[in-house]
T-cell receptor
Framework: RKEVEQDPGPFNVPEGATVAFNCTYSNSASQSFFWYRQDCRKEPKLLMSVYSSGNEDGRFTAQLNRASQYISLLIRDSKLSDSATYLCVVSRSSASKIIFGSGTRLSIRP | DGGITQSPKYLFRKEGQNVTLSCEQNLNHDAMYWYRQDPGQGLRLIYYSQIVNDFQKGDIAEGYSVSREKKESFPLTVTSAQKNPTAFYLC????????????FGPGTRLTVT
């Protein structure tokens, strides 16, 4: 079983829709959590850190559920420009313990 | 503008040749990392360095080597011992260890034939 698992998708949703995806992690000692966005053939870019209390940045909301060991990303009022792969990252505060999920592909259609 | 630069963007080599990928950052970050990404896959850690003149192997270090002589620079050499070197190579940096977000360079796409 992978330490960090994501549904690979693709999620294909119409513009304006709300879409959510989860990322599960297996190690309860994980301490830091992030969502990155990666466009095709580009480098990953930090979308948001995920805090225990949950956090929101515009149309994006991230949640952490430590009891069930997953993090989630919700995108409201999706735009065509949201089409990308979303990577979940889990860290145990050591450089060797940063684990990237394989990513969830999101495609927004007009 | 602060950031991470990687060069070249595309690199083509013949099998059996060593090749060095450049990574430079001016973010004053202590930690630097090298990852490899294959199509449809997540990032896999090759090497990381938390301080000058020190570095550690990641999950897939075999066939690779690095140096960290300066804080700003963390070059990666792909040696002929690497069995399947064709991939997208990403360099990243962060303030310190993995508790902090990483910033990535634009990547180098290496093709070995």
């Amino acid at each position: 079983r992978k330490e960090v698992e994501q549904d690979p998708g693709p999620f294909n949703v119409p513009e304006g829709a709300t879409v959510a995806f989860n990322c599960t992690y297996s190690n309860s000692a994980s301490q830091s959590f992030f969502w990155y966005r990666q466009d095709c053939r580009k480098e990953p870019k930090l979308l948001m850190s995920v805090y225990s209390s949950g956090n929101e940045d515009g149309r994006f909301t991230a949640q952490l559920n430590r009891a069930s060991q997953y993090i989630s990303l919700l995108i409201r009022d999706s735009k065509l420009s949201d089409s990308a792969t979303y990577l979940c990252v889990v860290s145990r505060s050591s450089a060797s313990k940063i684990i990237f999920g394989s990513g969830t592909r999101l495609s927004i259609r007009p | 503008d602060g950031g991470i630069t990687q060069s070249p963007k595309y690199l083509f080599r013949k099998e059996g040749q060593n090749v060095t990928l450049s990574c430079e950052q001016n973010l004053n970050h202590d930690a630097m990392y090298w990852y490899r990404q294959d199509p449809g896959q997540g990032l896999r850690l090759i090497y990381y360095s938390q301080i000058v003149n020190d570095f550690q192997k990641g999950d897939i270090a075999e066939g690779y080597s690095v140096s960290r002589e300066k804080k700003e620079s963390f070059p990666l050499t792909v040696t002929s011992a690497q069995k399947n070197p064709t991939a997208f190579y990403l360099c990243a940096s962060s303030i310190t260890d993995g508790a902090y977000e990483q910033y990535f360079g634009p990547g180098t796409r290496l093709t070995v034939t």
